[in-house]
C-alpha cells in the first residue's frame, strides 16, 4: 500500500513538475480561473436548485457570460502578443524593463476574482455561511486590480 502511496505521489509530482516547466505561472494563473469559473456554475447551479429557482435560461446567460470573459482574455493576450512583437521592432531601450506578458494576466487576474466573489455568493446562497472578512478581501482585491489596470 504504501508503495502505491509513493509512486502516485512521484507521478503527481512529476505531472505538475512537468505542466510548471512548460506553462510557467501564468498557465497556472490560466487554470485556476478556468476552475473558479467551473466552480462557479456549479455552485449558481446548486444555489438555484436549492431556492427552486434554476431556469435554463439563467444557465445559458451565465455561459454566455463566460464565453465573453474568455473572449477577453483572449483578445488581452492578442494584444500582449502585439505589444512584444512591436517592442522587438522598435528595439531595446524603449522600455526599461522586457516585456513578456502584461494585459493577459491582469485580466485573468482580475476575472479569477470576479470568479471568486461569485463562488461565495452562491455559497451563501446556498445556506453556507461565508466569513465577512473573506469577502471584503475578494472585494478590495479585486477593485485593487481595477484601479491598477485604469493607470
Given at each position: 500500500m504504501e508503495e502505491r502511496v509513493r509512486g502516485f505521489k512521484g507521478a503527481a509530482a512529476a505531472l505538475l513538475g512537468t505542466l510548471t516547466a512548460l506553462w510557467g505561472w501564468f498557465g497556472w494563473l490560466v487554470l485556476a480561473w478556468v476552475g473558479a469559473m467551473a466552480l462557479d456554475v456549479g455552485t449558481g447551479m446548486a444555489a438555484g436548485a436549492k431556492r427552486g429557482e434554476w431556469s435554463s435560461g439563467i444557465a445559458r446567460e451565465?455561459?454566455?457570460?463566460k464565453a465573453g470573459c474568455?473572449?477577453?482574455v483572449t483578445a488581452a493576450g492578442m494584444l500582449d502578443l502585439v505589444v512584444g512583437l512591436l517592442l522587438e521592432q522598435v528595439g531595446e531601450g524603449v522600455l526599461p524593463f522586457s516585456y513578456a506578458v502584461f494585459l493577459c494576466p491582469l485580466t485573468v487576474g482580475w476575472y479569477l476574482l470576479t470568479e471568486v466573489g461569485s463562488v461565495?455568493?452562491?455559497v451563501g446562497r446556498m445556506g453556507a455561511p461565508v466569513p465577512g472578512w473573506l469577502r471584503r478581501m475578494v472585494a478590495e482585491l479585486r477593485e485593487e486590480v481595477k484601479v491598477k489596470n485604469e493607470k
Open positions: 451565465g455561459l454566455w457570460h474568455v473572449a477577453a461565495l455568493e452562491n
